[in-house]
Nanobody, 120 residues
Framework: QVQLVESGGGLVQAGGSLRLSCAAS????????MGWYRQAPGKQRELVAD???????KYADSVKGRFTISRDIAKNTVYLQMNSLKFEDTAVYYC??????????????WGQGTQVTVSS
């Protein structure tokens, strides 16, 4: 069994910063791509950023230059550093990871979500 646990969300003023973390634990053999998504009220879940096993990154246009995704393979953890936050960044943020289990099965796992609220 594999679990993803997120932390780091909260309330911040516009222009401020937050750092989200997502750690995987359990019967993990290897982890491939990792990513962060967000879902604002009344909107569809959207990709914020992702990072491949080779450390290539991709960002949504709306966060380029403000957000940075990184990973610590040894800790099975992905991070999202969010700077210059805007009101429109308010959403529930979800991490996901493509994980191959010890049993040899590959699944995409999701975190439970963490609320980020930016006050204007």
């Amino acid at each position: 069994q594999v679990q993803l646990v997120e932390s780091g969300g909260g309330l911040v003023q516009a222009g401020g910063s937050l750092r989200l973390s997502c750690a995987a634990s359990g019967s993990i053999f290897s982890i491939g791509a990792m990513g962060w998504y967000r879902q604002a009220p009344g909107k569809q879940r959207e990709l914020v950023a992702d990072i491949t096993s080779g450390a290539s990154t991709k960002y949504a246009d709306s966060v380029k230059g403000r957000f940075t995704i990184s990973r610590d393979i040894a800790k099975n953890t992905v991070y999202l550093q969010m700077n210059s936050l805007k009101f429109e960044d308010t959403a529930v943020y979800y991490c996901n990871m493509r994980i191959t289990t010890v049993g040899g099965m590959m699944y995409v796992y999701w975190g439970q979500g963490t609320q980020v609220t930016v006050s204007s």
